[in-house]
């Protein structure tokens, strides 16, 4: 199918001027022509000849590049955009390894044992099942355009059956898996891949940048395990990892390898050709009517005293982009719809199907919806639908964000800041693909956040892109993989350095607690446990819950287990490409939500509150009046019950209460509470305090990730003019996760430092009331309400004012003084 001009998607877009006022910002980028260069001399003939049937006559400048450096034996990262071919540059070095007859030791690795006759094999790791199988679709693809017969690829995970994971580990060259597999199954068994391990020349990370926060610091622990266990097989693993335009990507790079910077080779110099492409901002209009062209029914409203949104409600980016999506849709263009939720996701391909059967009744069937959930084979038939082009319309949750070979795209919609200017290119990439011209609007949710973003263009389209911030010397997430390493092979004290310099102080604490025992060896797991299972890398806290048609027993989907009460209790409604379930019954014993076919005039919206309890307060410090504290805190989210609202409008037209459990997280937070006298010498009234609090927990979030390496994603908060347990006003910020990852303790031990720094925000950004830059925060769950900038920065000036200085004789040069934090 041919692409559609982007101009002329921009008239759809704006119905030839009609809504052009809610255009807030448009930007277009020139095309870039591609470079590309010759095939390195040292290619497979064969390899070759299949990309050359693909249609790759010639490889681009970039893709050569890191191929040079990964045959070299460097450790490289390729940072380049979406949709610039990066697979080519690992796997052109990979399969011409894994065609040799012997494995030849690279000359960074220079001493290494070799084996005669051992064929080179290849661990691909990437975040994701869908990405993993994706790959083996392009490979696959790639090895039969060149008739490669002798490579064997497969992918291995979770689901994989025994019998099958036997034969990857006799026999495969190129294994696609995840770091999950790695940790659970694969390290603790490695004599059963001892084959793999012994002739591992490279290991692929694919979309590295997404392995951040505390995830990422487990993947990169994973990874030193694995470098250390094909050591001791006699292997030396180059590791070659593909990334979305980062900042520091070598930096970033080097953390999860577990090297220095300048062992990883940076690759940045994209030489792939990139069409015109038109970033529009976008505002939905003022909720005047009830039809397309005037606002959504069901529409939130924003709240009044929100500085950014003016005097008008708006309606729901939801309900704008299924508009934009059937205009587009009739238009011919192939188009993706991001959305923020399952739930969304879900309600704008049914929206965008409704609409154009009004247009031609042949067009519903080429829109669906695609998300998290859904069963591994009925993604895959999305995929493929999409390629083909018999789907024209996919609105999708940020499954979809990461590198899925779904190309040739003309339109790209973003119902929502995405939340990471990372994740906002890395979806815009989407559209205009392979060089042609593309069309994005990022359409602004109704919320202060998305609001600001959408007026004050510089914010989005300006700003450098986040690092990827993670912190592999993390002690609560370091331990367990210490065990899990002491078992795999004794811990020798040469390797420390390989697991960074708290493990040697780690290792002792382990040792007193009785989780390793200490021999002249080295260090040994002693308990018949299997040490993996001491932590989950990526904490979702349980096995998902299967939503199952009691009728005939098919499985639709999945929900996570963390937000089964909410979406899936007895008496919700379960939508799913369109169609709508009722749950009969939520049996979370069995981890199974029994579901029956019907249709509704409604959706349910289920009814929660959520506390924070302080279970024990293990360091506390006084500023005088104002008390700092770190302690293990209960965060308890219950499912009260929920409401029937009537679609579109949302009346509510019934409800039921639940008899559901409360989930409690367990985890290390740290928090202040101040007395009343501290908020009357601050100005702050009992009105102005909630909002003061609000605005100073969500500056506060944003800050820590520059003290304790962490991202604001791991974090969680509260705040309250009134708490149960401190009798005061108290703001908590605490770990999201199970037991804690010491961001929160870092907190602690850095208060002054950290609350200066939450201070300079406030006084130093120019916005009036609030913004993205200080306050607002794309995580919030009351809609950044109520924020009060002004009386949270008086607030803290009289916090800070009651630091103890220094003590008498230290007033300079006090030893062990840190440097005041740079804020940005």
């Given amino acids: 199918m041919e692409a559609v001009e982007s101009g002329a998607l ?19 980028t020139e095309p870039r022509e591609g470079r590309s260069a010759d095939w390195p001399a040292w290619s497979d003939p064969a390899v070759v000849a299949g990309y050359r049937a693909l249609g790759v006559d010639r490889p681009w400048t970039h893709q050569v590049e890191a191929a040079e450096h990964a045959r070299a034996g460097r450790h490289t990262v390729l940072a380049t955009s979406t949709g610039s071919g990066k697979s080519l540059a690992f796997w052109l070095p990979a399969l011409t390894a894994a065609r040799a007859a012997v494995t030849p030791p690279p000359a960074a690795t220079s001493g290494r044992i070799e084996t005669v006759g051992r064929r080179a094999t290849t661990l ?11 790959q083996l679709s392009a490979l696959d693809r790639l090895l039969g355009a060149g008739a490669v017969t002798d490579v064997r690829v497969a992918t291995c995970d979770g689901d994989t059956p025994r019998e099958e994971r036997r034969w990857v580990a006799d026999h495969a060259d190129v294994v696609l898996t995840n770091p999950d597999f790695l940790h659970f199954a694969l390290l603790p068994q490695h004599r059963r891949w001892a084959r793999l391990l012994g002739s591992l020349r490279y290991v ?64 940045t110099a994209d030489g792939s050709p990139t069409g015109s492409r038109t970033m529009v901002l976008w505002q939905p209009p003022a909720k005047e009517g009830t039809g397309r062209d005037g606002s959504a029914p069901w529409a939130s409203l924003l709240p009044e005293e929100d500085p950014w949104s003016g005097d008008h409600p708006r309606r729901t980016a939801t309900a704008e982009v299924a508009d934009l999506l059937a205009d587009l849709t009739s238009a011919g263009a192939r188009t993706l719809a991001f959305t923020r939720s399952r739930r969304a996701a879900e309600s704008v391909a049914a929206a965008t199907r409704a609409h154009l059967a009004e247009v031609d009744p042949a067009l519903p069937a080429t829109v669906a919806a695609y998300r998290g959930g859904y069963l591994p084979e009925e993604r895959r038939a999305l995929e493929a639908a999409v390629r083909t082009g018999r789907i024209r319309a996919l609105a999708t949750t940020n499954a979809l964000e990461l590198g899925v070979d779904i190309s040739g795209l003309d339109a790209v919609l973003l119902a ?5 200017r990372v994740s906002l290119w890395q979806q815009a990439g989407r559209a205009g693909r392979a ?29 450098p892109v986040e690092a990827t911030v993670f912190d592999p010397g993390n002690p609560y997430v370091l331990a367990p993989h210490l065990c899990a390493a002491a078992q795999e ?17 780690l290792l002792d604490v382990l040792v007193a607690q009785g989780a390793l025992r200490r021999r002249a060896s080295g260090w040994y797991w002693t308990h018949a446990e299997q040490a993996a299972r001491l932590t989950d890398l990526r904490g979702t806290g349980g096995d998902p819950v299967r939503v199952i048609e009691a009728a005939t027993g098919r499985v639709l989907g999945t929900v996570d287990a963390a937000s089964a009460d909410a979406q899936v209790h007895d008496g919700a409604v379960y939508v799913h490409q369109g169609e709508s379930f009722v749950v009969e019954r939520l049996e979370l014993a069995d981890a199974v939500a029994l579901v029956t076919r019907r249709d509704v005039d409604y959706g349910t919206w289920a009814r929660w509150v959520t506390t924070t309890e302080v279970v024990e307060t293990a360091r506390s410090t006084s500023w005088g009046p104002v008390t700092w504290s770190f302690g293990m805190v209960d965060v308890t989210t219950q499912v009260l019950g929920y409401q029937r609202k009537r679609i579109p409008d949302l009346q509510v037209v019934g409800g039921d209460d639940l008899d559901l459990p409360a989930r409690t997280l367990r985890t290390a937070s740290v928090w202040w509470s101040v007395p009343a006298e501290v908020l009357l010498e601050a100005g702050v009234t009992v009105e102005l305090t909630p909002g003061a609090l609000h605005a100073a927990e969500h500056c506060a979030i944003g800050v820590l990730p520059l003290l304790a390496t962490c991202d604001r994603w ?16 108290t703001v908590f910020v605490h770990d999201a996760f199970p037991g804690g990852a010491g961001f929160a303790e870092r907190g602690y031990e850095l208060a002054e430092r950290w609350l200066t720094a939450t ?17 607002q925060s794309p995580k919030c769950g009351n809609g950044n309400d109520p924020l009060e900038k002004a009386a949270a920065l008086r607030l803290l000036d009289v916090v800070l004012a009651h630091v103890p200085g220094p003590p008498d004789g230290d007033l300079e040069d006090a030893e062990g003084a840190e440097e005041p934090l740079a804020v940005p």
């Fill in 714 to 729: 791991d974090l969680g908060g509260l705040s309250t003019a009134l708490h149960a347990d401190t009798g005061r006003a």
């Fill in 489 to 505: 092979l004794p811990v020798r004290s040469e390797e420390l350095d390989l697991f960074g310099p708290r493990a040697a102080g």
């Fill in 759 to 775: 201070r300079d925000v406030l006084a130093t950004c120019p916005c009036p009331s609030g913004c993205p830059a200080c306050v």
């Fill in 124 to 134: 691909y790791l990437c975040p994701t099942k869908a990405l993993a199988a994706d």
């Fill in 204 to 267: 692929v990370l694919d979309e590295c940048h997404a392995f951040r926060g505390v995830f990422g610091a487990h993947v990169a622990l994973v990874l030193r395990r694995l470098r250390r266990l094909a050591a001791s097989y006699g292997a030396a693993p180059t590791v070659l990892l593909a990334s979305a335009t980062t900042a520091d990507p070598a930096v970033s790079a080097a953390r999860l390898v577990g090297v220095e910077p300048d062992e990883v080779a940076a690759v």
């Fill in 435 to 463: 060089g042609a011209d593309g069309l994005v609007a990022l359409v602004a949710r109704e919320d202060p956040l998305d609001t600001y973003l959408v007026t004050h263009p510089e914010a989005v389209l300006d700003a």
């Fill in 416 to 420: 929502g800041w995405p939340g990471t």
């Fill in 10 to 28: 921009l008239d759809v877009l704006v119905a030839h001027g009609r809504r052009a006022d809610r255009v807030t910002h448009l930007r277009r």
